[in-house]
């Protein structure tokens, strides 16, 4: 990647001194969608030695490229809670894009999670803002450090896809900054990221892809961004707030930022040409330096390192498979004493790999299903097993019987948070035949399941598994691999217990259980309250003294962990000072495995109001049967900070807070107490 500033601009503006003004404009949107060939690319001109630069979706792979692997969904990802291994894909996913020459990845997304209902869950990374922040910046690294630029989205406030064209998500300053802002202010300033895209949501009143606080005063003024800013497809509709908001690119095709239009203003001086020739120099300065002008946009030896990609992808599964439930040790199969295993429901032999949209695309043919994988690790054993689309009486006579559940996840739909019926009557009827039931789920975010929970012994949830995503989960049944994801998100009993109950959707509305088709439209916009405002998932949960399912951060392990010896560094810490954190973990099992400590901190004296808990430091930590490890972990006093909409600034104040040590949100195990003073 080329980094010489001076020489790179200098370059780009001698550029755009031989364009035309046609030229220039025309520079300004992509080249068109062609479903299935061309997602988006950048305009060519040849004659000033300026190549098309193509793009292709997604965060969990390169969909466009040929004979790809397509990784464990993003929020699988998440559920590892291993930034290194977050590094690792997105490395393996831009040498994906770059095989095929496709240099712009459209990802990764970095909503937030705010319901479990959005279409578009399972492409990003959870609840929690400290997670989503760890587990984003070494992906992007990993993408631009690889010379594929990464594009960080939908900016901002796009939690869910309910008619998302109409709706206008209605939310405060703090909660902005505290939750949805630190992923997209963290890609900037850790990460270096060099594209972002809006979103095609309102935020407050006004379409983010023209809106002039959020890209200029927000992202390039306060937050330092230089790169490139382009629009989610087809979703800007003024020309003059488009082109003065700071966006510098329209796709896929010139259509708001259209020539016509852009003479227009020009014309009646709304708009001078200085201002056209800094959004190419936004473009240009970026394609130059990431080579894009000098160098070969394919590589195809890249295909040389698909075998360690597929380890990649295989790891992630592996690492972030959740198991929630394993009553009286149903897990792992005994193979020793294990005869016959009944595999139920269709997602078994027909495994769903991806959610839809842009963010899910064909796994190829290598795809391996439930079935597959299972049957292979059975047959090494001498079990047999079974399928049955539904059950039947058969299935009572075996050892165990495992259940395949799914449910469409897809971009421009929201689910219901219920299963569909006739998967609770394979669950009910399943359970009834044979005691020893176990359910895998393979989903992007939650699921009612407080209706049927009781009636089954084991639950999984597998995520989409991608390509090879099914392997891992074969594994972990069999115990060749000892789970240890986490939730990176609250599972709800009901509805009416979350935040975002009667804060979401226009009364009345029926979310479907299949995906409706591009084209329909709502005629009139609807808004959406964030009135839980920074208190969303757990800090919900907290606030309201309400216990969930399953909380965030939670997951079983085949093994059993002790976490004590709680150590700070020091009872106070003044201004800049560091506290050092000091904890050990302890495998008190003879099975190998792996804990995630979470430290949590709590703010004890405020005068606005604080969630009883934040996430701010993660550890994950492999041990062998009966070792101890001590592990550390360092806070700081913007650990200790909030957002004040009174002084419209981050503010930290003197006080006592609480070091929280747990494996999950819900289960805190250590505590110890520092006070902050500000000289």
Not at 370 to 381: G, M, P, R
Request: charged share 25%.
């Amino acid at each position: 990647m080329k980094t010489n500033t001076n020489q790179i601009l200098t370059r780009v503006k001698e550029l755009i001194n031989k364009m035309t003004l046609d030229e220039k404009i025309n520079y300004l949107a992509g080249t068109g969608f062609i479903q299935g060939e061309k997602i988006g690319e950048t305009l060519p001109l040849e004659h000033l030695g300026i190549p098309p630069v193509k793009m292709t979706d997604a965060t969990s792979g390169s969909k466009l490229t040929e004979d790809h692997i397509l990784f464990p969904c993003f929020v699988s990802l998440a559920a590892t809670f291993n930034p290194e291994l977050s590094a690792s894909y997105g490395r393996a996913v831009a040498e994906q894009c770059k095989a095929d020459g496709f240099r712009v990845l459209l990802g990764p997304g970095v909503n937030m999670y705010r319901v479990p209902h959005c279409g578009r869950n399972f492409e990003y990374l959870g609840e929690d803002p400290y997670l989503t922040t760890r587990m984003s910046v070494p992906y992007i690294k990993a993408v631009q450090d690889a010379g594929v630029i990464a594009t960080v989205k939908h900016f901002v406030a796009n939690n869910s896809e309910h008619y998302r064209r109409n709706s206008n998500s209605v939310v405060r300053e703090r909660a902005l900054h505290e939750i949805y802002y630190p992923a997209f202010k963290a890609a900037v300033q850790e990460a270096g990221v060099k594209a972002v895209m809006t979103s095609y949501n309102q935020l407050n009143g006004e379409w983010t892809g023209q809106n002039q606080y959020l890209i200029t005063d927000l992202l390039r003024n306060e937050w330092g961004f230089d790169g490139i800013v382009i629009s989610d497809w087809w979703s800007i509709y003024d020309t003059t707030k488009a082109i003065t908001s700071g966006l510098d690119l329209e796709m896929p095709s010139a259509s708001i930022l259209g020539p016509k239009r852009i003479k227009k203003l020009l014309d009646n001086n709304t708009i001078y040409e200085k201002l056209i020739d800094q959004r190419l120099i936004n473009i240009l300065k970026i394609f130059c330096e990431f080579g894009l002008l000098d160098e070969p946009h394919q590589d195809p030896s890249m295909r040389k390192n698909w075998p360690n990609h597929e380890q990649i992808a295989l790891e992630t599964a592996r690492q972030g498979i959740v198991l929630l439930k394993n009553q009286d040790d149903i897990l792992p199969i005994k193979t020793e004493s294990t005869q016959k295993i009944a595999l139920i429901g269709e997602n078994a032999v027909i495994t769903s790999a991806t959610g839809g949209g842009a963010g899910g695309f064909d796994p190829g043919d290598k795809l391996i299903t439930h079935l597959d994988a299972i049957q292979k690790i059975a047959s090494n054993n001498n079990i047999e097993v079974k399928y049955y689309e539904i059950p039947d009486d058969d299935i009572a006579s075996a050892d165990i019987a495992v259940i395949f559940l799914t449910m469409v996840e897809h971009e421009f739909m929201d689910r219901p948070f219920d299963l569909p019926e006739t998967q609770k009557n394979i669950i009910r009827d399943t359970s009834s035949l044979n005691a020893n039931t176990v359910v895998v789920l393979s989903v992007g975010s939650g699921v009612e399941m407080a209706s049927w929970i009781d009636e089954i012994k084991g639950l999984v949830y597998s995520w989409f598994p991608g390509t090879y995503g099914a392997q891992a989960l074969a594994e972990i049944l069999f115990g060749e691999v000892n789970p240890s994801g986490k939730l990176p998100f609250t599972i709800e009993r009901a509805e009416k217990d979350a935040h975002y109950y009667g804060n979401y959707l226009p009364e009345n509305t029926e979310l479907p259980h299949e995906f409706q088709g591009w084209n329909r439209g709502l005629q009139s916009s609807f808004d959406i309250h964030y009135r839980e405002g920074i208190f969303t998932g757990y800090r919900w949960y907290d606030k309201k003294d309400i216990k969930p399912l399953f909380p965030f951060g939670f997951g079983l392990s085949y093994s059993a962990f002790k976490i004590d010896n709680l150590t700070l560094s020091t009872d106070t810490i003044i201004d800049d000072e560091i506290l050092n954190i000091k904890l050990n973990v302890t495998n008190i099992s003879d099975i190998d495995g792996t804990e995630i400590v979470q430290l949590y901190i709590q703010d004890k004296i405020f005068s606005e109001a604080r969630p009883k808990k934040e996430l701010k430091r993660f550890k994950r930590i492999s041990l062998k049967a009966n070792e101890t490890k001590e592990i550390e972990m360092k806070i700081d006093k913007n650990d200790l900070s909030f957002w004040s909409e009174l002084t419209r600034n981050w503010q930290i104040e003197n006080g006592f807070f609480n070091v929280l040590i747990g494996n999950s949100a819900a289960d805190i195990i250590l505590q110890e107490s520092f006070y902050y003073f500000r000289s």
